[in-house]
């Protein structure tokens, strides 16, 4: 059915075509219109397309109309089209320099081009011109984070927070933010965390009960959101677990909320008996509606705080057990979560957990398994993959260095690593990072490290194992540990010197080493980091030892023990499923399973022997006296037994309930045959009241013709 809520609008700018004003009101519309339905639909295209037309249509009449310029520019950018957004941008901003919204969709454009120092300097415009416009001062956060600047960036981040404190997409840049940065202590963290369940779930609706079948040894349902089923870290560590788990008493439904697909989502499609549904674009209630239809058990947070998560729908708990797993080294803040999944290192069993809402499941070695050349699997063969032997070797100096992100380079990292290269005469520091070389190199130069001892290059994917063969030692991050860059660095062969905190996102790079037998590489302060990393860098030999012996302890570790950690895994989701049948919620379950049963008896009856069907529902009623089915059933039961003035007293009764319930099609079935029990008693008014409010409700052709039986006192009606 054609959408006709925008013709007043239309009617309205084509009876004026001169009047700039309505003609703005209707583009205004056509694009909420669109965004609030998928970007893919040819809805939302035509939609886009008419509000552009008219938007120019706008600036031709009158090209000094600065909202036209920068409503066209803001459309363009959200339909990707940056060479046709920037001119109307940029006209808007000649007209009035300091326009609020094209000075942040400039700086879109600018940080879209890697114009970072551009973007800035139009953010600080912004934020000069409007103090108190939220998203200038998220955009110069995310300017900041871009070019190595990660406590400016944090500064501007709390303060769109701040200013807008109801936005969830704020609160989730700020909140994986936090987990990089040490100007934080954790209650903060935790705090800050705790506010996200009120974003998510502003009503605070939540699925108190869930009708599914608490059975504890049944096939489980285990549904699987994230935005990552593509090449992407999440997968190096858990493709192989996902592989497995259909094999293991489970049947797998995978929520995919991003927006991409590739050779990887292939391989996860092709899992026998696995479900996709692509959720992007879906509200939380739809989401939630899906999991409920899909009968899930078991729901799994793959995602965090990062992009395209659906934490909005884990809020409201439509699963009757939900857990976190692999993508986000901190809580997710949702008391609706109810176990994150973790490993003796990471969580010791004795720490305290009050800065967590999740319960902890640990693993018994570590909490992910790992598997190598997810994107190019023949590279397992390729000579090029082997280790090689240490640099130093050849070089005659010690290489340090890391493959990480540059969120992870902040001032506490680079202080750390720059106290290694002075400890280390004619050492040298090589880095990979996904930003410009000359950002990072910054970075260092800023602490006084001469540049000549700073290589650093951009990631691609043709380098992702590479680029360790020119490396002695590898350094982590702190207070933020690498995740499957560790594990590729040591996959390579090369030392990982890890400094050891209070919290997840610290801990990581010593569960990796743990399962290695290389405590011995494991720190406890910034002074035991770098009496490590000195003392791996002046015995070349042992370094030499242990980087040709890495890769065959890592093969026989559980780290890349896949069968192992998967048979571990589905047993901890077999005792949480165990645990949740244990639990009043799958009492109600049961109790309402076992309704269900007595009333599919009970209609099953009905079909073959009235008598005993009304002796049934009566067995119903007294066992469970509120089930207002079995009081409808019973009244109609009566009612084909002949029981003619009892069924209008039962089923008025459950009219009346039916009413207050709101209308519903059984609500409808209710009162057509009140109306037959009526017109049975003679009583013709009743039953067309009857008959006639059945109709408002659900529309039935028997009953009508029951309404034209009454209009005709010749005819005699039948039940």
């Not at 209650?187 to 502003?202: I, S």
């Not at 082997?386 to 070797?393: D, E, G, I, Q, Y």
């Amino acid at each position: 059915m054609a959408d006709t809520s925008l013709d007043p609008l239309r009617r309205a700018a084509n009876s004026d075509p001169l009047h700039a004003g309505k003609r703005y009101q209707l583009a205004i519309s056509l694009i909420q219109h669109a965004q609030a339905i998928s970007l893919a639909s040819p809805q939302c295209t035509q939609w886009l397309q008419e509000a552009s037309e008219h938007l120019n249509r706008i600036v031709a009449q009158d090209p000094l109309h600065v909202d036209a310029w920068a409503m066209l520019g803001y459309l363009n950018i959200y339909r990707n089209r940056p060479e046709d957004a920037e001119p109307a941008v940029r006209r808007a901003l000649a007209l009035n320099p300091n326009h609020a919204a094209s000075l942040v969709n400039l700086s879109n454009l600018q940080l879209g081009q890697r114009q970072f120092d551009e973007a800035r300097a139009t953010l600080e415009h912004a934020v000069r011109a409007t103090p108190h416009n939220p998203w200038a001062h998220y955009n110069l956060g995310q300017a900041c984070l871009k070019m190595g600047h990660s406590e400016a960036a944090l500064a501007h981040t709390q303060r769109a927070f701040a200013l807008l404190p109801d936005n969830k997409d704020i609160l989730d840049a700020l909140l994986l933010q936090s987990v990089y940065t040490d100007q934080m202590d954790d209650q903060e963290k935790f705090a800050l965390h705790r506010q996200y369940e009120r974003l998510a779930n502003p009503d605070g609706h939540t699925f108190s009960s869930h009708r599914n079948d608490p059975n504890p040894q049944r096939a489980l349902r285990l549904g699987l959101v994230s935005g990552d089923f593509v090449h992407a870290s999440l997968m190096y560590v858990t493709l192989p677990v996902l592989t497995r788990l259909a094999h293991m008493g489970f049947q797998l439904f995978f929520y995919h909320n991003g927006v991409a697909v590739d050779a990887v989502t292939e391989q996860l499609q092709a899992i026998a008996g696995a479900q996709w549904r692509f959720t992007k674009g879906l509200d939380a209630d739809t989401m939630c509606a899906l999991v409920q239809d899909d009968q899930i058990d078991l729901l799994v947070d793959m995602s965090g705080h990062v992009e395209h998560n659906f934490l909005t729908a884990f809020a409201r708990k439509p699963a009757p057990v939900q857990l976190s797993w692999a993508a986000y080294p901190a809580t997710t803040g949702l008391s609706s979560i109810d176990y994150v999944i973790t490993d003796p290192t990471l969580w010791p069993p004795s720490s305290e957990q009050q800065y967590w809402t999740e319960q902890p499941c640990h693993m018994p070695d570590c909490f992910v398994v790992y598997q190598p050349y997810l994107r190019n699997p023949q590279r397992g063969q390729d000579p090029a993959y082997t280790v090689r032997p240490s640099p130093a070797l050849r070089q005659g100096w010690v290489t340090f260095g890391s493959g990480t992100s540059l969120a992870r380079l902040t001032p506490s990292t680079v202080t750390l690593w720059t106290r290694v290269l002075n400890a280390v005469p004619d050492s040298r520091l090589k880095l990979e990072c996904n930003c410009s070389p000359d950002i990072v190199k910054a970075l260092f130069i800023a602490q006084g490290v001469s540049a000549t001892r700073i290589e650093a290059s951009e990631r691609t994917a043709d380098t992702q194992y590479l680029f360790y063969h020119d490396i002695d030692i590898a350094l982590d991050g702190a207070p933020s540990n690498g995740g499957v860059t560790s594990l590729d660095t040591l996959w390579m062969g090369v030392p990982l010197v890890t400094l050891r905190g209070n919290a997840m996102a610290s801990r990581l790079g010593a569960s990796f080493l743990t399962q290695l037998g290389r405590s011995d590489w494991i720190a406890d302060s910034a002074d035991e980091f770098v009496t490590i990393a000195s003392a791996l860098a002046a015995d070349l030999p042992a370094l030499e030892h242990a980087r040709q012996t890495l890769r065959p302890a890592m093969q026989a570790s559980p780290l890349m023990n896949a069968a192992h950690f998967t048979e571990a895994f589905s047993q901890r989701l077999r005792s949480m499923w165990q645990t949740w049948c244990a639990s009043p919620d799958a009492a109600t379950a049961r109790d309402a399973q076992q309704q269900h049963e007595a009333l599919a008896l009970c209609e099953a009856l009905m079909q073959q022997d009235p008598a005993s069907a009304l002796q049934a529902y009566q067995m119903v009623l007294k066992e469970w006296p509120d089930n207002l089915d079995a009081l409808y059933g019973l009244g109609l039961a009566l009612l084909l037994n002949q029981h003619t003035e009892q069924a209008i007293t039962i089923l008025e009764k459950a009219r009346e309930v039916f009413s207050a319930h709101g209308p519903a099609p059984v609500h409808a079935e209710c009162l057509a045959a009140l109306g037959q029990a009526w017109l049975l008693q003679g009583h013709l008014d009743q039953a067309r009241l009857c008959f006639q409010a059945s109709q408002q409700i659900c529309p039935s052709a028997a009953v009508q013709q029951w309404l034209s039986e009454i209009e005709n006192p010749h005819t005699l009606p039948s039940v």
